[in-house]
């Protein structure tokens, strides 16, 4: 090392090699590190917007029953009641995001989650959620059918 008239401690010219090495050490790393953690990171899936889906043959859903299907990236639940009536709704509680399910025994939409229930019709009747489902639009094409978002 050497000093100057001061006594001070001269930066040498290891020293600066050793910032460089560092550097470029550090930089080697980060390529390597950045390309390899934005590989594993999965892409941002944007919603897929569906205006209908076909949730089967009229023949094949029994009365007095449910079924969860697939619209776009959200469940929705399709009930047919004792009379024969289809009516859709989203099958997302609206207290915790859980996943409903139609009951036969009890004749309501329920969540387990915290035994929420709601009447045929999509309305909140027991337990905490805050409001009714939201009601999809049912059609049935030659006994086909179908279903729609609301306008």
Not at 76 to 105: M, N, P, W
Not at 137 to 142: I, N, S
Request: aromatic residues 8%.
């Amino acid at each position: 090392m050497k000093h100057d008239a001061g006594g001070k401690v001269q930066k040498g010219k290891r020293d600066f090699l050793k910032y460089v090495l560092g550097g470029g050490l550090v930089a080697w790393a980060v390529s390597i590190l950045y390309p390899l953690f934005a590989y594993l990171k999965p892409p941002k899936q944007a919603e897929v917007e569906v205006s209908s889906v076909k949730a089967g043959k009229l023949s094949a859903i029994e009365k007095d029953s449910g079924m969860i299907v697939r619209f776009g990236n959200k469940p929705v639940i399709l009930v047919r009641s004792a009379g024969g009536e289809l009516r859709a709704f989203s099958a997302t509680c609206t207290h915790l995001d859980c996943t409903v399910q139609y009951r036969k025994d009890m004749g309501v939409i329920w969540c387990a989650c915290h035994n929420g229930k709601y009447d045929l019709n999509g309305k909140n009747i027991a337990g905490p959620p805050p409001r009714p489902l939201d009601e999809y639009r049912v059609v049935v094409q030659r006994e086909e059918v179908l279903i729609s978002k609301k306008s």
